[in-house]
């Protein structure tokens, strides 16, 4: 009787044990849910298919660094080099995207000009750039005296 009597209490007593452990383990996925973005929306970045065409009296400028950045003076999110044809593209996006990019440029060549960026700061322009998303092609078009020969 006694041992008869024992094994459903054995029974209960490991189906509550483990009924505990799963309780325990469940903080734990919850956690491990909220940190790995279970339910939420993407974030990270990618390359897309987005391109930013810089231009000086309608003409293309080649070799100057785009750098796009979510707030005026914070850290770049990301940046691209334009080619011959005056266009920068393979930029990696963060997602999600913000609602607009603060722009800031640097001419890495000597190719016989140089960006003069105090001219485009005496403009008071702030290049700023709409999200990709909106529109994945966009131009700028750099204000008079901004680029200079050498």
């Given at each position: 009787?006694?041992?008869?009597?024992s094994?459903?209490?054995?029974?209960?007593?490991?189906?509550?044990?483990?009924?505990?452990?799963?309780?325990?383990?469940?903080?734990?996925?919850l956690?491990?849910?909220?940190f790995?973005?279970?339910?939420?929306?993407e974030?990270?970045?990618?390359?897309?298919?987005?391109?930013?065409?810089?231009?000086?009296?309608?003409?293309?400028?080649?070799?100057?660094?785009?750098?796009?950045?979510?707030?005026?003076?914070?850290?770049?999110?990301t940046?691209?080099?334009t080619?011959?044809?005056?266009?920068a593209?393979?930029?990696?996006?963060?997602?999600?995207?913000?609602?607009?990019?603060?722009?800031?440029?640097?001419?890495?060549?000597?190719?016989?000009?140089i960006?003069?960026?105090?001219?485009?700061?005496?403009?008071?322009?702030?290049?700023?750039?709409?999200?990709?998303?909106?529109?994945?092609?966009?131009?700028?078009?750099?204000?008079?005296?901004s680029?200079?020969?050498?």
């Amino acid at each position: 009787m006694i041992g008869h009597s024992s094994y459903p209490m054995i029974g209960r007593t490991a189906a509550v044990n483990t009924r505990a452990r799963s309780l325990a383990l469940s903080p734990a996925l919850l956690l491990l849910c909220i940190f790995s973005g279970c339910g939420s929306p993407e974030t990270g970045t990618s390359t897309s298919n987005a391109s930013v065409s810089v231009r000086y009296q309608g003409q293309p400028i080649a070799d100057v660094v785009v750098r796009l950045h979510s707030e005026l003076n914070g850290p770049p999110l990301t940046q691209a080099i334009t080619d011959a044809s005056g266009n920068a593209s393979q930029f990696q996006l963060p997602s999600p995207e913000p609602p607009k990019y603060f722009v800031t440029l640097e001419s890495v060549s000597d190719g016989g000009w140089i960006l003069d960026l105090n001219a485009i700061e005496r403009t008071g322009i702030v290049l700023e750039l709409s999200s990709f998303n909106l529109n994945p092609i966009q131009n700028i078009e750099l204000p008079p005296q901004s680029v200079q020969p050498l």
